[in-house]
């Protein structure tokens, strides 16, 4: 009796600590996969944190570039290319902004699930909770940061909002002065053209003194012959001459004036010394003559007389 008492203590102690050497593997086995929780619960917080982190970054390096001042002398076409630049740059901070919120109340939400865990697995990791806790400030500091920064540059868009809008009434008066000075230049130049188109316009008539004096282009003038038996009053060019009258020419590209057939003499004021002939006969021309110093030919008068003979 007392044997059997013994092996059944033996027996007893034997299979408890055979139940204790398995809980403790137990114990082991779950201790390590509570560590390899926490580890990567670490790992995702510190890589959360570098990740808004280096978001915030690029977003102060865009406001930085956002806050180089508009130039307030633009000319047109620069003016427009800098203001749809402008506007583009601003969108795209904007839209920044916007993903930083969104990114940093995904980062929220993800460290406190993160706590959750953390805490079900390490109820007494101070360390672990500190962590945490760390973190929590780091992402609650970096939203801080992040509405600091939305509003300094909601401030930087309202201000090149307004010059933006300055700029743009700048460069539609220039447009307008433009449009303005290119219809008055137009006009200039109408008038220019004309005015040059009036100095350079001269006039020829050719035919026999009766067609010419019945025509009212000659008059005459001076005393009649002696007892008025031979020859005839000379005449001149009237005072008053009808441009419709004669043929238009252009001095500077008209060079050449062809005449009917005879020969002709040259009863106004022009200077035939400046001209040369096709043919020449004493005072007289025929067949064409050619104007060799036309500012000089025609300063006297811009209308020729010729006379046949």
Same mark, same amino acid.
Request: hydrophobic share 40%; net charge positive.
């Given at each position: 009796m007392k044997t059997t008492s013994i092996f059944v203590a033996l027996a007893t102690m034997a299979s408890l600590a055979a139940c204790d050497t398995g809980a403790r593997k137990q114990l082991a086995q779950s201790?390590?996969?509570?560590?390899?929780?926490?580890?990567?619960i670490k790992d995702e917080m510190l890589?959360?944190?570098?990740?808004?982190?280096?978001?915030?970054?690029?977003?102060?390096?865009?406001?930085?570039?956002?806050?180089?001042?508009?130039?307030?002398?633009?000319? !047109? %076409?620069?003016?427009? +290319?800098?203001? =749809?630049?402008?506007?583009?740059? *601003?969108?795209?901070? @904007?839209?920044?902004? #916007?993903?930083? !919120? %969104?990114?940093?109340? +995904?980062?929220? =939400?993800?460290?406190?699930?993160? *706590?959750?865990?953390? @805490?079900?697995?390490? #109820?007494?990791?101070e360390q672990l909770k500190q962590q945490v806790a760390l973190y929590e400030k780091t992402i609650a500091d970096l939203r801080d940061a992040a509405e600091r920064q939305r509003s300094e540059m909601q401030a930087i868009i309202d201000e090149q909002g307004t010059k933006i809008v300055a700029l743009s009434s700048k460069v539609d008066t220039v447009t307008r002065d433009n449009v303005r000075l290119a219809g008055e230049r137009a006009a200039l130049s109408d008038t220019v053209g004309q005015l040059t188109t009036e100095k350079n316009r001269v006039y020829y008539v050719a035919g026999t003194r009766d067609e010419l004096i019945r025509k009212g282009v000659l008059v005459q003038e001076g005393s009649r012959p002696v007892?008025?038996?031979?020859?005839?009053?000379p005449v001149v060019p009237a005072r008053t001459l009808d441009p419709s009258l004669f043929t238009s020419l252009d001095r500077l590209h008209d060079r050449v004036i062809t005449l009917p057939e005879g020969e002709y003499s040259?009863?106004?004021?022009?200077?035939?010394?400046?001209?040369?002939?096709?043919?020449?006969?004493?005072?007289?021309?025929?067949?064409?003559?050619?104007?060799?110093?036309?500012?000089?030919?025609?300063e006297p008068s811009k209308f020729l007389v010729l006379v046949r003979r």
């Open positions: 201790d390590s996969a509570r560590a390899d929780s926490l580890v990567r890589n959360e944190v570098m990740s808004s982190t280096q978001f915030v970054n690029d977003l102060n390096t865009e406001i930085a570039r956002l806050k180089t001042p508009l130039k307030s002398d633009l000319k !047109v %076409a620069a003016g427009e +290319s800098q203001l =749809a630049q402008a506007k583009a740059d *601003r969108d795209a901070v @904007t839209e920044r902004v #916007r993903q930083l !919120v %969104a990114r940093l109340d +995904s980062s929220e =939400a993800r460290v406190a699930s993160l *706590r959750a865990r953390a @805490t079900s697995l390490a #109820r007494n990791d007892l008025g038996l031979f020859g005839s009053r040259v009863v106004s004021r022009q200077d035939l010394s400046f001209t040369t002939p096709v043919e020449r006969h004493d005072s007289r021309v025929a067949k064409a003559i050619k104007i060799d110093r036309p500012e000089k030919f025609w």
